[in-house]
């Protein structure tokens, strides 16, 4: 499932899917825990292969501006 470029919607939705929390209201100012965090990780890791692990300070990356910041900085997202 390699692609060249995610639109932020499609990783809203990827994360959304992953959290599945019923009290998330804003995913812009959501935390996600460590379990999820590192499922957003791996499946981004089957999008993009080799190319998240590599991405410095990722595991500190737990909302959803920081990991759209980096990843938008790799030229892996974009916004359309």
């Not at 692609?3 to 995913?27: A, C, G, P």
């Not at 500190?60 to 990843?71: S, V």
Request: no cysteine; charged share 35%; glycine share 0%.
């Amino acid at each position: 499932m390699v692609q060249n470029n995610m639109k932020k919607k499609e990783l809203e939705k990827l994360i959304i899917r992953i959290i599945n929390d019923d009290e998330l209201k804003d995913l812009k100012t959501y935390e996600w825990d460590s379990l999820a965090h590192l499922s957003i990780l791996m499946e981004l890791d089957k999008i993009y292969p080799d190319k998240i692990t590599s991405i410095e300070n990722i595991a500190e990356m737990n909302n959803f501006f920081k990991l759209e910041k980096a990843l938008r900085s790799r030229k892996l997202i974009s916004e359309n």
